[in-house]
C-alpha cells in the first residue's frame, strides 16, 4: 500500500489541493464581501472539488510514473520509485493510475459540474500527452507543463462559480509564473540525473546555466505585477498588495544571486524560497479580503 500511495506523489499533491482550495474560495459567490462569502459554501460541493482533484492529481502522477518508469530507473533521485525499484509491475501501476484519473473525473463532473470536470480531464490529457513526452525533445516542455501545472486553482474557481472570468485567469497566471524559477531551480539542482535520462531540461542543454540562471530572473520579475493583480481588482485588500510586493521582491533576489553566483547552493535558495512563496501569498489572499 505504501509503494501505490507513493505513485500518487501525496507532497505534490497537497500543493495541489491548497490551490484548489484558493481558486474555490475566489469563486463563490459574494467572496468580495469579507467573509460574509462563508454563507454561500456548500460543504458538500467543496468535499466533491477536493477529492475529485485529488483523485485526478494523484492519477496523473501515477501514470506519469508509468510512462517515465525507464526514465527514472537512470536517475539517482528516482530510481528508488516503486516502478524502477522492481517493488511494483507496471500493468498494475497503469490500471491504478487510470483508476484514480476516472474516478477523479466522474468525481467532478457528477459531484459538482462539467467544466470543472472538463478542466481536470485537459489538465491531466496535456500533461501526459504533451508535455512528458516533450521532455525528451526540448527544453520548452517546461513551458508547456506550466500549463496543467497552473489550472488547479482554476479548476476550483469553475467547482464554485460554474464559470471562468478575469478572477480565475489571475490565479492561473500567478502560478504559472510561479513554476519557472521553482522548475529551473530542480532542473539546476539535478541537471546530471536529467542528463542521464535523456530529458533535455535547459540545464542539459546548455551546462553552463546562464539560460537557466536568466529565465528564473525574467519570470521572477514578471511574477511581481502579476502577483499585484488581486489588490487591483478587488479580489483582496492593501496589506495583500504589500505584502505580495515584499514577497515578489524576496522571490526576485533570490534570482538576481543565482545569477550573479551560478552555484548549486543558490539554486536551491531559489529552490527553498519558492516553496516558501506559494502558502505565504496564498494566505495574505485569504486573509485581506476587501470588508474585513
Given at each position: ?17 491548497m ?22 459554501i ?6 466533491h ?51 484514480l ?8 463532473w ?19 500527452f ?11 516542455s ?5 500549463i ?54 535547459l ?55 543565482v ?34
Open positions: 500500500m505504501r509503494d501505490y500511495i507513493e505513485l500518487t506523489k501525496p507532497r505534490i499533491t497537497w500543493l495541489i489541493l490551490s484548489t482550495g484558493i481558486g474555490y474560495f475566489f469563486g463563490l459567490p459574494g467572496a468580495a464581501n469579507g467573509w460574509a462569502f462563508l454563507r454561500s456548500h460543504l458538500l460541493s467543496l468535499l472539488t477536493i477529492v475529485g482533484t485529488g483523485l485526478l492529481a494523484s492519477g496523473t502522477a501515477a501514470l506519469n510514473q508509468w510512462y517515465e518508469r525507464v526514465a527514472d530507473s537512470k536517475m539517482r533521485r528516482t530510481a528508488h520509485r516503486p516502478l524502477p525499484s522492481g517493488r511494483l509491475l507496471a500493468p498494475r501501476a497503469l490500471a491504478f493510475g487510470a483508476a484519473s476516472v474516478a477523479g473525473f466522474l468525481e467532478l457528477l459531484g459538482v459540474n462539467l467544466l470543472s470536470g472538463l478542466i481536470g480531464a485537459f489538465t491531466l490529457i496535456s500533461y501526459l504533451i508535455y512528458t513526452p516533450l521532455k525528451q525533445r526540448t527544453w520548452w517546461t513551458t508547456i507543463g506550466a496543467p501545472g497552473a489550472m488547479p486553482p482554476v479548476i476550483g474557481y469553475a467547482a464554485a462559480a460554474g464559470t471562468l472570468t478575469l478572477q480565475s485567469s489571475v490565479l492561473f497566471a500567478i502560478l504559472f509564473l510561479w513554476q519557472f524559477p521553482h522548475f529551473y531551480s530542480i532542473a539546476w539542482m539535478y541537471k546530471e540525473d536529467y542528463a542521464r535520462a535523456g530529458i533535455r531540461m540545464p542539459v542543454v546548455e551546462p553552463d546555466c546562464r539560460s537557466t540562471a536568466r529565465q528564473i530572473l525574467l519570470y521572477g520579475l514578471a511574477l511581481i505585477p502579476v502577483s499585484l493583480l488581486p489588490g487591483i481588482l478587488g479580489m483582496s485588500g492593501r496589506i495583500y498588495v504589500v505584502g505580495a510586493l515584499l514577497l515578489g521582491l524576496f522571490y526576485l533576489y533570490s534570482g538576481v544571486r545569477t550573479l553566483e551560478r552555484t548549486l547552493s543558490r539554486a536551491r535558495g531559489v529552490l527553498l524560497t519558492s516553496v516558501l512563496y506559494l502558502p505565504l501569498i496564498y494566505g495574505l489572499m485569504l486573509l485581506d479580503r476587501p470588508g474585513l
